[in-house]
Each structure stands twice: as C-alpha cells, then as structure tokens.
C-alpha cells in the first residue's frame, strides 16, 4: 500500500497543477507523475480524513489530500503532513470506508515519523553493506578471490534484509496507530480489512507467494498476516458494526464515477455507465465521455439534467461552465460559473475556471471581476500556477508590467523553472515600490529559486 521514496514531498511541487477543468491534468513532476486538482474531490478527501486527523492529534488545517494522476493502487507519504493518494485507489475501492482506512495507515506513518526515520534504516543497512566491503577487499588483497565475492555478496544481502525488516516494521507500526485512529474517531476497520482484501487478492494475481519464507524480500508484511492481526482489533471495536455516513458514501460514489468519466476511454466509460442508467454518478460520467468526445450537446444534456437533480449543487454549475468554457463558448460559461463560484463560497479552483472564462471572452469590460476573482483566488491557494498566469494576462492587458511579471515569477517557480523566476522576479521588484508586500514578494521568489537552484547543484 505505501511507497515513500518518491520526489513528491514539497507542498509547493504538490500543489503544481493547472486548475483549469473541473478535474485538470497539471504538469509533471520529477518522478513523472503528476496532480489531480479538482475542487469536489479535493472536499470530500478532507472531510473523509478530518476525524482521523483529529483523532491523530494533527492539526486539521495542516494535513493536505493530495490525488495523483496514476492508475496504480497506492498511497502514501513523503515528508511533511500530505498524503498522497493515486487515482487508482480510489478507482479500487467500493467505499468511503475503505477510503478511510488506507488514510488512517497513512497518517500512522505521519504520526510515527517514518519518513524522517527513513535514514535510520538506511543508514544502519550501509554500515553492514560498507564492512562487508572491506572484509571482502581484504580478502581479495589476501589472494582469496572468489571467498571476496562471496563476502561482498553476502553483506549486500544482509543489508537489504535489515533495510526491508527495518520498512516491514514501520508498515506493520502504521496499521496498529490506523486502527487506533478508526477507533478513536468511531469508524468501522472493515473498510480497513476489506481493501486488505484487495491487496491480498491482488497479489495472488500477480503471483506473489504469501509464503513466510519470502518474508526476508518484502517491503511489506504479509496481506493476510496483517488482515489477522487486524482483525484481532476491528471485531472488539465498538465502531466495527457502526455503517458508513450515507452522505460520505453517496458522494464517494460520484467522485468515483467523475474521475472514471475523465480518466478513461469514453467508450469505456460508455460501456459502464449506459444512458440506461440515469443515477447521479453515471451521468457525471457520461457527460466526460461526451466531452472528451467532443459531443458538446451531448455532454451538456446529462450536465442540465444534474442540475435539474440539484440546481444550486456548486459542482454541477462547475461542470456545465467547463463544458462551455472548453467549446469554445467562454460567454456562455460565464453564468453557470459565476453562480458555481457563488455558491461554493470563493473555492479557489472554481474561481481560477470563473477568472479563465472571464479572459478567454477577451471582452476588456470583464476584466476587472477577473482581476478581482483571481486575486481572491491566489490569496486562498497560492499553488495554483494556472490561476497567476491568468492573473499575470490581465496586469499585463491594463499595462501593469511589474505586476504581470511577479506573477509569472509566481507560476515559473512552482513549476520548477528557476532561472525564468529569478529573471521574472528582479525585473518586478525593479518596477514595484521599495518595502511594499509585491516588492518583497518578489525578493522572496527571487531568493526561493537560487536556494533551489543551489540544492539541485549540490545534489549532482
């Protein structure tokens, strides 16, 4: 279930994605994975974990849900309080419980600090791996050749072996600190055992022994060792018959059926969601298809009859303006979200679609609520280089050069293109005034991006 040694820890490189659709495709990050952004997923995500962060003493605000672009069954943590989660999983999982558990392991890891322990095991593995290098090149100086090889061999072996206990013994800490943490906030653990389940059925398929003497080469314990020892704790749990929130569960099945309708092939999505089946989540799904199909009037038919369910349901609004918006038809999209924007009470990613259309009508007298919209979205979540492109095209269009290259500065450093922030932001504090917060603003991106700059330098 969780992989750590991944390029994804800094909030900033996280966070590096294009808030243009509903759910958009961001650009890649080093380990060639990339963010899924998308306002209602992101929501429900939150509300899923808050009990669980509460119940780990974390501070609620702090701990981020992140989704990654990956068809993989995976989730986990790489420093900081962020967990992150493949689309995948989500794909995988029937329900929010299950959803749930994998999230309480992962803040198991949080809580117990594995990541900054990750160089504990790692170092305590090279210094079995670097003496048996010098018993073995002793040897080899002694004239025993093949008795060298043979040390060498057996100390790399062993400090794969302390490395991989050394993980097994973390993973198995997560799952006793995840059950406590379902406990303690009065959710059920057969979410927990159920995606267990999975996993175990998953390595059967792939051919994977759950044999005991296989133990010595895997990351993890054992699927079905640890659904036992689980289920030791889950069944005495006074939350083990309590049911899962219908309205987590009813919006779980929809975010599920919406990213499946963006993610797949429509003629996938087709076949499993068929116009037969008139349910919210297929026709969230449907109107995807459509729209990655090009089949405008299609995808706006299932968009009204959404909000013919729910006309002030803010996600609808949303998905109806990105159908529009996405067409060719930035005026027509202007209504459904400015009043998705409304409703959702300034939700950043939904306001950077707003401030988009606003532009993209390359009407000047819409410019202004631009400004205004993008700015109030920028200030909720700086990490949305999409939103400081838009904002950096209207400064520029009202001539305020030094504005439009701070927010280019904005976007070019969390999209990692250092050498652009710094040029970006020298030339903003040259036309800013001394001592106010763009100016120094600028100072800061400038000296952010030579610090990375340094860091990528020392690390080759």
Known sequence: MHSRARHLGHKAIAYAAMALAAF???????????????????A???DMAAPLVEAADLEPGNVDMVLINDPSINAFVA??????????????ADSALEVQGVIAHELGHITGGHVVRFSEGASAASNISILSLLLGVGA???GAGEAAIGVIQAGQRAALGKFLAFNRAQESSADAAGAKYLSDAGISGRGSLDFFGKLRNQEFRYGYSQDDDTAFTRTHPLSGDRIA???????IDPAWDTPVDPDLQAR????????YGYQSKPEQTLRKYPQSDTSVPA???RAYAYHKNAL???????????????PDDPYFLELKGQILLESGRPADALAPLRQATLLSRNQPLIASMFGHALIATEDESNFAEAEQVLRAAVARDRLNPFAWYQLGVVYAAKGDQPRARLASAEQQVMTRRYPDAIRSAQVAEAGLEPGTPDWIRAQDIALQARAALEQIRDNN
């Open 24 to 42: 958009s495709l961001p650009l890649h990050t080093a380990s060639a994975q990339s963010i899924l952004r998308d306002a209602e997923t992101e």
């Open 44 to 46: 429900l995500l939150t």
């Open 79 to 92: 420093g900081g309080q962020a967990v992150y989660m493949h689309s995948g999983l989500l794909d995988a």
């Open 140 to 142: 080899a100086l002694a």
């Open 229 to 235: 020892t689980l289920r030791e704790s889950y069944i």
């Open 252 to 259: 779980f099945v929809r975010v599920k059926a919406k990213l």
């Open 283 to 285: 026709r969230y799904a």
């Open 296 to 310: 405008v009037d299609a995808a706006l038919v299932e968009a009204d009859a959404l909000l013919a369910v729910d």
